[in-house]
Each structure stands twice: as C-alpha cells, then as structure tokens.
C-alpha cells in the first residue's frame, strides 16, 4: 500500500526539542518531494517547507525558515521536522504530503498525505 | 507572496444542489492550482489538480475550472459526505512560495 505513515502525538514543555517523522513506503520514496503544513487548532494549513530524499536538497517557506529544521534519511524511507527550542505557539498539528511527481508543474500538487502528528507544547 | 482568497467562508447548501466555491490568486499562478478536501479529524484529501483536473478516484460531480487568478471548484450534485472544509493552494513558484487559501466550510442544509 501507498502510504504516508507519521510518528505519533507528542506532548512537550516550552524549551524542549523535538523531532517528529514521517516514513514513506509503497513507492519509490527517493523519487518524490516531501512537504510539511501546519495546521494550528482550529485553524487552516500553512505550507512550511520541503525536501528531495534523493540528496536531502530542503526548501523552506520563509515565516518557517529559521525557526524548524527539515531533513530526510533516504535508507530509512523517512523525513523529519525538528524544533530546537518549542514554543507553546508550536502547538497544531503537522502533516506530510508528498508533492506529486512528473515534469510538468501543473501535476505538482499532494497527491498523498500522512494522517499528521498533533504536537502540544505547554508548561 | 502569493495570498489566496477563499469565498465563501462558509456554504449552507441542499443535498441534490450545486455548490461553487471560490479562489482568488493576487497574482498569476497559471493552472498550478489545487483543491482539497479536509473532513474533521482527517488528513486533507487531494480533489483537483492543475485547475481542473480530477485525482485519481475522485467522483465526477466535483469538478475544477480557471486560471491566472480566478479559480472555482463546483460540487455539481451535493451529497451528505461532501460536508467538510475546502482548500484551494498554489504551487505556481519555484522556489517554492507556495501558500493555501484560508478554506471554505461546506454545510448540508
């Protein structure tokens, strides 16, 4: 099966780190970009940033950039978000998504999803 | 930044009816644009593709049309599972920028 499978909810004090996955199998996991959206409670989604597997090339959306550290390791079919610092503003949940493949844009959006990981920071 | 605008916030539709939700780009974003379904306590769902191209196994009554800046998804014959939130996203830039609509609520009178 095609899947998109997320580590599960964690619950953090402010300060703490953290570092949440998300594993691909089903397809050929190096050959499709892996994105990350925030969802904050009650609220919409919010695109954070994205890597290639392949060679771990990471682009991030610029509110993000700085403030979360996306990374992958290809033998492990897995990418990560990692906070070095938790805030309580962390708190929402986050999905994975894979960017659909092929060279024309117009197919680039996320055609799979993993069922997200709820994130809680509080003191 | 490309901003993206949804509307309505919220539509209260009959079953059996014709829902039109909107999406507005404030700049040009070509065809590359998505939709999205998102029901409570679930992963958003991919609809539409390219403005109007349907994802693999998604029913005929949803369909998507546009471009450049002005985008609509159509639910042609709304039924009771078709309750959820809607979100239209850009992936026009690359690097990517791309950014989300704010979402539509969808409501079965």
């Known amino acids: 099966e095609v899947q998109l499978v997320q580590s599960g909810a964690e619950v953090k004090k402010p300060g703490e780190s953290l570092k949440i996955s998300c594993k691909g199998s089903?397809?050929?996991?190096?050959?499709?970009?892996i994105g990350w959206v925030r969802q904050m409670p009650g609220k919409g989604l919010e695109w954070m940033g994205i890597v290639y597997p392949d060679d771990s090339d990471i682009r991030y959306s610029p509110p993000f950039q700085g403030q979360v550290t996306i990374s992958a390791d290809k033998s492990l079919s897995t990418v990560y978000l990692h906070w070095s610092s938790l805030k309580a503003s962390d708190t929402a949940i986050y999905f994975c998504?894979?960017?659909?493949?092929?060279?024309?844009?117009?197919?680039?959006?996320?055609?799979?999803w993993g069922r997200g990981t709820l994130v809680t920071v509080s003191s | 930044e490309t901003v993206m605008t949804q509307s309505p916030a919220t539509l209260s539709v009959s079953p059996g009816e014709r829902a039109t939700l909107s999406c507005r780009a404030s700049?040009?974003?070509?065809?590359?644009l998505a939709w999205y379904q998102q029901k409570p306590g679930q992963a958003p769902r991919l609809l539409i593709y390219g403005a109007s191209t349907r994802a693999t196994g998604i029913p005929a009554r949803f369909s998507g049309s546009g471009s450049g800046t002005e985008f609509a998804l159509t639910i042609s014959s709304l039924q009771s599972e078709d309750s959820a939130v809607y979100y239209c996203?850009?992936?026009?830039?690359?690097?990517?920028?791309?950014?989300f609509g704010q979402g539509t609520k969808v409501e079965i009178k």
């Open positions: 998504g894979r960017r659909a493949a092929g060279p024309a844009k117009t197919h680039w959006a996320f055609d799979l």
């Open positions: 089903g397809y050929s996991f190096t050959d499709y970009w």
């Open positions: 700049q040009s974003v070509s065809s590359n």
């Open positions: 996203q850009q992936y026009h830039n690359w690097p990517p920028r791309w950014t």
